[in-house]
Every structure is written in C-alpha cells, then in structure tokens.
C-alpha cells in the first residue's frame, strides 16, 4: 500500500485533549477503511508564519498513514468540514522517516541548548568576553591638583 505523511494544524483556542481527541478520531477513520497509522507526533502550538483564518498559532500534529488513496481523501474530507482544523497537507513518500521527525529533533536540540545555558552577554558575569579572558584591576587615576 502506498505510505503517505499527513500533517495537519488545529486551531490554538482547541485544548490539548481536543486535539487528541482529533488525532484519535482521525486514526480511527483510517483503520476503518484499510489504513494503519505507523507513527504519530505531536509538535505542539507553534508560531505560524503568517495569519490563517484569524489564527497566529496552531496545534501542529504529523501522522505517517500505510493505506490506499481513499483513505487520505476520506480524512482530508473530514478535516475539511472540521472547524477545528486550519489547513492539513498529505504527500506521498516512498518510504517514512525512521525515529523522530525533524521538527521533533529541532525541539531536542532546543531543549539540549536551553539546558547548557549558551546564550547571549547578559547571561554570565561580566558580560561576554570571548577568548580575551578575565578583566584586570583598574588602575587609579592620578589626581589633578588645582593651584
């Protein structure tokens, strides 16, 4: 059977279980009619690029689909009468992604980069210095005598 990747974006005002409860429905549509679901992620509410019907940010959910051509069509009909859902996108691949996604690695490595503490000058006593090392003492001014 062919294998296809299908991500769709449900609205930010949906609540997390809301969104599960889609994902679930979605899936069980898919198994109805002949379809497995090999993977789900869930990418969380991100920042969209640009408005989408009067939305700035959305639930994004990513599902990897083995089954016929019917299958995607009966789910992108669902989601389109969906008010829950913004856009949604199937593309046909050869074959699916083994591991996390690329948008689950990014998050990772985000997460890994917040953890060490790497960030801008603000963030370590006296500021960013680089390779020049730590500050020497200042030295004292001669003091200006006025005659």
């Known amino acids: 059977m062919p294998l296809y990747e299908h991500v769709f974006l449900a609205r930010q005002d949906a609540s997390s279980q809301q969104v599960e409860e889609l994902t679930n429905q979605i899936t069980g549509v898919i198994t109805g009619l002949g379809g497995k679901v090999t993977k789900t992620e869930n990418w969380g509410v991100r920042s969209l690029t640009y408005r989408m019907k009067k939305n700035r940010k959305a639930h994004f959910v990513l599902l990897n689909i083995d089954g016929p051509a019917a299958v995607v069509s009966e789910i992108e009909r669902q989601e389109r009468i969906h008010e829950d859902v913004i856009r949604y996108l199937s593309i046909r691949v050869e074959e699916h992604e083994e591991g996390p996604s690329a948008m689950m690695r990014k998050a990772d490595r985000d997460r890994e980069r917040d953890d060490r503490g790497g960030g801008f000058r603000g963030d370590r006593e006296g500021g960013f210095r680089g ?11 001669p003091a200006v005598v006025e005659e």
Do not use: N, Q, V
């Open 131 to 141: 390779d020049r090392g730590p500050r020497r003492p200042r030295e004292e001014a």
